[in-house]
């Protein structure tokens, strides 16, 4: 191994800046100052460089996946990773480690990796650099057996509750160290626009302020002191720049957007994330107006790197350099598109991923004089800087630490999963209060593809790219490579269910909404005194996920509503999909809607809390819920004028609690008079809002706080969210909830120059519940 001197800083412009949008909570034991975060190159590390060959620094910028060095078997390939590292020195691998569909435990993943770095430690080179293992844990670290594994991201953000982002991060990068793997492939950071797109429930939902508080506190959990903590992993702020908006609403197509969306509602979280120190980034597959980003200058350059100041490791998505030339269609050859990437970028590693054309074409650059050695050097002096942070270069820093396998998928894991699902369902519809379910019902009977079975509370990105699913043609994944790891709607209703009540399972139909045994359902159902019909989506993962009618399949609809006509028992039905699928006449079909989103293998026993009344449902709609196939693109943030009918808004989530907003005061007084001015550059103002719980159930409710600015140059949102807080109230109490505002709430993108920060003066709102504030801008 090579020893590193102790590391000198030959800059220390560390930007603590931009703190519009900065959540300054602590979690866990950390002061938001104390977290690492990508700086300067050390030292050593430049040292390093200047001896390093150009074959050697070239290898350093090189991914290739799993796959070129595991046989049929799963089993790892010795002559092959020898090949790469001799002849390529390939300096990063990715994705699972898998054996016949079923993926290797921590353990397993460790010896494996550890193969891996000794045949490339062992190679003849300058000095001896190990791999960068990177997995896309999205949510727990789901290609790992026998862990925990979480909500989505889009659960997450129904709960508006940084803390879980925080602790299922903490506990996934733990979990991903354990198998000897340093690196996360998250947060999801896009803007789902369009809610047609398959990786809708990847991200943190369509609010920028959301996603930026909810990405900056799941990066305090992946990384923590990443530099000298090795239970942490580098995480990746990914997709850079504008994926959630495809024109067609299909997985990676061209997004036609201006650059004042762009800045106004697609940066800010990823602003958020680098600034809460995120590690690495990763490019997007998309072509933004007709310029793909990982050839862009604009987007990589001079938007990333000199305005948002990231100073961290850039990775291309799969395959996306070679894209250029075969998709993109910008590069008539794959010498040309990897000359764009890398001389016109700041991309400093390709996930090639699946050959070495990459390695072969940038040698031939270098030889031509079309790609410069300093070029390289900036690339490598980050990949080596993050290699360093992340402990691989110390003596042994590249083993796997196996006192943490001993803690994978430990009760307390369990109980943050199970909390995050408890606090992310979404009570849409409860007519009658159909929900909790009374008392007087003893016989309730399940029905539905979604209520019995682990896939479909998970999605994709669930052991393995394409999930948990044997209804899809890729679906090599069922149940039983969950090893027990959850529980399903019906054993979560039957476990949960008090004394004296009994639930029983019947399929009725498929994912399609094919009659199974509905006419034996519907038969049964006199019987029973509630019914709760579990439907949603197929299991999905990116472009497989593309369709092309955002309604839930007719098929289920057709039998929901048959199934409403021939009972009078209360229907509950329990949504579990990835993005808000249009339901059609299910919404007048069902007493109550329970929308579960993706809430992991655990989530089933969330749910029957949830319609048992022992949990009170607190999440909230992160997303616009569409009434219409045709309305795929609303977003509550949208300009007034839009036709506005969304079939529930944004933040939309009851309660079992009956909250009120009372007394809202600023500054201690009620209703201010006269109109108080908000100065550009003064300290924030304090907003205090009194909230009770007028109820005898205990709750937790989420205080959203919205801007408005009825007027000003550019035509402005409806309203934009800039801060929320989720507090438990006990029945029949009161809390205080404290916002702060100030003039830099109303920043936009100005008319003049684009890339300019304006306020505009003149009257504004605050929206607290149903009051308003009014104040007046003064620059
Ligand atoms: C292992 O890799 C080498 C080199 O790529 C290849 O020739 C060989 O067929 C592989 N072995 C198996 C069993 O796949
Ligand atoms: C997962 O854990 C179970 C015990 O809970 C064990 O039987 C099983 O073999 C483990 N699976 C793997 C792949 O390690
Ligand atoms: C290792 O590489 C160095 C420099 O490239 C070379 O001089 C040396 O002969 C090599 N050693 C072996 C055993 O290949
Ligand atoms: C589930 O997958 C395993 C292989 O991983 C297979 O042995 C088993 O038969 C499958 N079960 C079902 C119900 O398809
Ligand atoms: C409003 O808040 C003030 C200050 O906390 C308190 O004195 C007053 O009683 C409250 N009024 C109501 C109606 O709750």
């Avoid at 291309?316 to 030339?325: P, S």
């Avoid at 909830?737 to 008319?751: D, K, S, W």
């Amino acid at each position: 191994m090579i020893s590193i001197t102790k590391s000198i800083l030959i800059l220390s412009l560390v930007s603590y800046v931009t703190a519009i949008l900065n959540d300054h909570h602590t979690y866990g034991t950390l002061e938001y100052n104390e977290y690492d975060r990508p700086e300067p190159i050390d030292l050593d590390i430049l040292d390093m460089i200047d001896k390093m060959t150009v074959e050697e620094k070239i290898g350093q910028m090189t991914q290739i996946n799993q796959d070129l060095v595991l046989n049929a078997d799963g089993r790892l390939n010795r002559t092959a990773v020898e090949y790469y590292a001799k002849n390529y020195y390939v300096g990063s691998y990715l994705n699972q480690l898998a054996r016949n569909g079923d993926n290797y435990d921590s353990a397993d993943y460790a010896k494996i990796i550890e193969e891996i770095q000794e045949i490339t430690l062992s190679v003849n080179s300058t000095f001896k650099i190990p791999i960068i293992y990177g997995l896309d844990h999205i949510h727990g670290a789901h290609y790992v057996a026998n862990t925990t594994i979480f909500p989505h991201g889009i659960n997450i953000a129904a709960s508006f509750n940084p803390e879980l982002a925080y602790e299922s991060a903490s506990i996934t990068a733990r979990d991903t160290r354990a198998a000897g793997v340093q690196w996360t492939f998250a947060p999801v950071l896009d803007i789902p626009v369009s809610k047609q797109w398959p990786r809708v429930y990847e991200n943190y939902g369509e609010d920028p302020h959301l996603s930026s508080i909810l990405g900056a506190a799941a990066i305090r959990g992946y990384q923590g002191k990443y530099k000298s903590d090795r239970t942490k992993v580098a995480a990746c702020m990914k997709h850079f720049i504008a994926y959630g908006a495809p024109w067609s609403g299909q997985d990676r197509d061209s997004t036609v957007v201006s650059d004042r969306t762009v800045n106004d509602y697609f940066v800010p979280g990823f602003q958020a994330a680098i600034d809460a120190g995120v590690a690495t980034a990763m490019e997007s597959y998309i072509d933004v107006n007709g310029e793909p980003v990982v050839s862009s200058n604009k987007y990589l350059q001079k938007l990333l790197r000199e305005k948002m100041k990231f100073e961290g490791m850039l990775v291309t998505d799969w395959k996306e350099i070679e894209n250029l030339h075969t998709t993109h269609r910008v590069a008539a050859t794959h010498k040309e598109a990897v000359r764009m990437a890398i001389a016109d970028t700041s991309i400093d590693m390709s996930m090639v991923p699946q050959d070495v054309i990459f390695f072969d074409s940038m040698m031939e650059l270098v030889k031509d004089g079309r790609i410069t050695m300093d070029r390289i050097d900036e690339s490598v002096a980050r990949l080596l800087q993050l290699k360093k942070d992340v402990g691989l270069l110390e003596t042994d820093g590249w083993k796997a630490n196996r006192d943490l396998q001993k803690l994978t998928g430990n009760a307390d894991d369990v109980e943050v999963a199970l909390n995050a699902a408890r606090e992310s369902l979404t009570l849409l519809k409860n007519e009658n209060n159909a929900l909790p379910l009374s008392k007087d019902v003893k016989k309730i009977l399940v029905i539905g593809p979604t209520g019995n079975n682990f896939g479909h509370l998970s999605g994709g990105w669930t052991i393995d790219w394409q999930g948990p699913t044997d209804d899809h043609w890729h679906g090599k994944v069922n149940d039983s490579q969950f090893y027990e790891k959850g529980i399903s709607v019906i054993k979560g209703m039957q476990s949960s269910a008090p004394d004296g009540v009994q639930v029983e399972y019947m399929n009725g139909f498929d994912i399609n909404g094919v009659n199974d045994n509905m006419d034996e359902v519907i038969e049964l159902s006199k019987d029973f005194d509630a019914v709760v019909v579990c439907i949603g989506e197929h299991v999905y993962s990116e472009l497989p996920g593309n369709i092309h009618d955002i309604r839930l399949p007719q098929g289920q609809v057709d039998q929901v509503a048959k199934l409403s006509k021939s009972t009078d028992i209360p229907l509950i039905t329990v949504l579990l999909e990835g993005r808000p699928r249009v339901m059609d006449t299910i919404q007048e079909d069902s007493d109550a809607i329970l929308l579960a989103y993706l809430p992991g293998p655990w989530g089933g026993k969330a749910i029957a809390e949830v319609l048992f009344g022992q949990v009170n449902p607190s999440g909230k709609l992160p997303y616009t819920y569409p009434k219409y196939s045709g309305d795929v693109n609303l977003n509550y943030w949208r300009p007034v004028s839009d036709v506005w009918d969304p079939l529930y808004e944004f933040g939309h989530g009851l309660s079992y609690s009956k909250f009120e907003y009372n007394n809202i005061t600023y500054l201690g007084q009620e209703n201010q008079e006269p109109m108080q001015s908000l100065v550009v550059g003064e300290p924030e103002k304090e907003i205090v809002v009194q909230v009770t719980n007028n109820s005898p159930v205990d709750g937790k409710e989420t205080v959203l706080m919205y801007v408005k600015q009825p007027f000003r140059r550019v035509t402005p949102p409806a309203k934009l969210l800039k801060g929320f807080k989720k507090v438990f109230i006990p029945a029949g109490e009161t809390k205080e909830v404290v916002f702060t505002v100030n003039a830099e709430l109303f920043q936009y993108t100005g008319v003049d120059d684009i890339a300019s920060d304006t306020i505009d003066n003149g009257p504004v709102k605050v929206l607290i519940g149903e009051q308003e504030f009014d104040f007046n801008i003064v620059n």
